[in-house]
């Protein structure tokens, strides 16, 4: 009888172990892995691109890290791996802000319904977060950090306790700012950002590449240190100027900074699940909104300043565009930005010319064209009032106009910027005259290729700006449009040539009212012209810009 309850009572207890659930963490980790495994299945493009981003990370750690390796006993090694690891830091910080879409996981509104508490939530998400591309790339920058600081015995101790740290730290601080910012990034401004990050990477190569140069001109990785003197002791760059700290025998500071560190990192992870709980307790906002009554925004403001009539309207569609379509707004941000760095950075180099403030002009100006692709399939609506060519020349007026009303004072600033930045005011007025004529011409130009050479803007895929098969007539309407361009404005540019090389800068103030007037005169032409085909090819434009 004990014999059998004995028995009876090891099978219970048994059936007790197998019955308990399993930790949270390894559950997340098996999801983040099946998640990666399930999204492969189904299609050999995703496969290929994950396996060669995997061995394209893996390579590139590899070089990195034996480089940081390299790096052992130079005068400036904690310099350059202080100010990386920083580096790091702040971009596990914006990527999820900009690519929110790379990792699904990153949305824990996902998890809301489910009986989870916060702080075994983070847990499992931290450890979940740590499989992946992203992380493996960053351990190797890390451990090729530590290596190129760590010397005895108390810097390697030093580097074994650095790199898990620095790892954490990063990615615990790109889960913080995700789950902080999770209403953000599933909503349309979050989309709007993730466009733009092309804008940002391409400011930052510039900046980068202006930044480097001056660097080196100035005398090299010395100039750094005060910058690096300060980054040491901001989380989680710490953790790799603790190893230096330590290796240096200055034990003190590197305690201090593993302090510093860790403290850091409890702060971060104690954010990360307040965020958490407040995101699991508090309605979405845009349930709330949407029981609000809608205010008539139209009504005041800017666009009361806008004329009456079609023209108004028109205006005020195009120039709302602007603001709430992603792909029409990437298009402006990234024109307006690109369009002032040119000229300001050449001119910072040294190598600038008053005559490149003409460069922001033309990206601006490219935003003419297509303009009735811009609209997609909503375009129909626009070809029901339009009846004849005085209406589509009407319509065509207000969108130029809608441009130029930004253009213009534009234009005006990156001018007078670079004229300052160069040191050439006497060659403003005949700068901005050939900017402005430059822009009537492209205004000319957009309008007769919205009108000959429409195509259809997809709205799925935020780099995806022609429809499949339109390809060539995006090509022949642009680069077509911009040569053609060139070939209206060419007497302003012949003139403003002869000017400078006959040497009469006393009467080249007079290219500013020549070029507005030919400026002017090209426009209205190009919307005379144009008007006629968009009413007599109404019904192919509307089937061209509906395709995507």
């Known amino acids: 009888m004990t014999a059998n309850a004995t028995v009876s009572g090891g099978t219970a207890s048994a059936t007790v172990r197998a019955a308990a659930p399993a930790s949270l963490t390894a559950i997340f980790v098996r999801l983040k892995l099946s998640l ?22 893996l390579v590139v750690g590899f ?32 990527m999820p ?16 319904m489910l009986p989870l508490r916060p702080r075994p939530l983070v847990r499992a998400l931290l450890a979940s977060s740590l499989v992946g591309i992203g992380p493996l790339f960053t351990l190797c920058l890390a451990v090729g950090s530590v290596l190129a600081v760590a010397r005895g015995g108390a810097g390697v101790a030093a580097a074994v306790v650095a790199v898990p740290l620095l790892l954490l730290g990063c990615v615990a601080l790109a889960r913080a700012v995700a789950t902080a910012n999770v209403r953000l990034l599933t909503s349309r401004k979050g989309r709007d950002l993730a466009l733009l990050s092309g804008l940002l990477i391409a400011v930052g190569a510039q900046v980068a590449n202006f930044a480097s140069q001056r660097l080196f001109q100035a005398g090299g990785l010395s100039q750094l240190e005060p910058a690096e003197a300060v980054v040491r002791w901001l989380p989680p760059a710490t953790a790799v100027g603790m190893v230096d700290s330590a290796s240096e025998g200055a034990y003190g500071v ?10 850091a990192l409890v702060l971060l992870l104690w954010f990360w699940e307040r965020s958490l709980t407040k995101l699991m307790v508090t309605p979405d906002g845009s349930t709330l909104a949407a029981a609000k009554p809608a205010k008539d925004r139209g009504a005041g403001g800017f666009w009361s300043l806008l004329p009456g009539g079609r023209t108004g309207a028109a205006m005020q569609r195009t120039l ?7 792909k029409t707004k990437s298009a402006w941000v990234t024109a ?3 369009g002032l760095i040119i000229p300001v950075f050449n001119a910072l180099q040294g190598t600038g010319s008053l005559y490149l403030a003409c460069f922001g002009t033309g990206m601006l100006g490219v935003q003419m064209y297509n303009q009735f692709g811009q609209d997609t399939s909503a375009f129909w609506m626009v070809a029901q009032t339009i009846s004849g060519p005085r209406d589509a020349y009407v319509e065509l007026r207000a969108r130029a106009a809608a441009l130029a009303l930004v253009t213009v004072p534009y234009t005006v600033l990156v001018t007078v910027v670079t004229a300052a930045l160069v040191g050439n005011w006497t060659g403003l007025p005949a700068a901005l005259g050939l900017a402005l004529a430059l822009l009537g011409s492209m205004l000319c130009t957009g309008a007769l290729a919205s009108a000959r050479f ?11 700006n022609v429809a499949p098969g339109q390809g060539g007539l995006a090509w022949a309407g642009i680069f077509g449009g911009m040569l053609t361009s060139a070939v209206i404005c060419a007497p302003m540019i012949a003139l403003a040539i002869w000017l400078a090389v006959a040497d009469h800068q006393g009467i080249s103030w007079l290219l500013l009212p020549l070029g507005v007037a030919w400026g002017m005169l090209a426009a209205w032409a190009g919307l005379r012209l144009a008007a006629p085909t968009v009413a007599r090819k109404l019904p192919e434009i509307l089937l061209a810009v509906s395709k995507g």
């Open 36 to 57: 990666m495994r399930n999204g492969l299945k189904g299609s050999s493009k995703r496969k290929v691109v994950w396996f060669t981003t995997l061995a394209f990370a």
């Open 63 to 94: 070089f990195v890290t034996l480089g940081l390796a390299m790096l052992h006993g130079h005068a400036h090694a904690g310099t350059v791996v202080v100010l990386l690891a920083a580096i790091l830091a702040l971009g596990w910080s914006v």
């Open 97 to 112: 802000l900009f690519f929110p879409a790379g990792d699904e996981t990153l949305d824990p509104s996902r998890l809301v």
């Open 254 to 263: 590197a305690a201090a900074q593993l302090a510093l560190t860790v403290g």
């Open 320 to 326: 709302r565009y602007v603001v709430r379509d992603p």
């Open 336 to 338: 307006l930005a690109i």
């Open 454 to 464: 429409p195509y259809s803007i997809p709205t799925d895929g935020a780099f995806k």
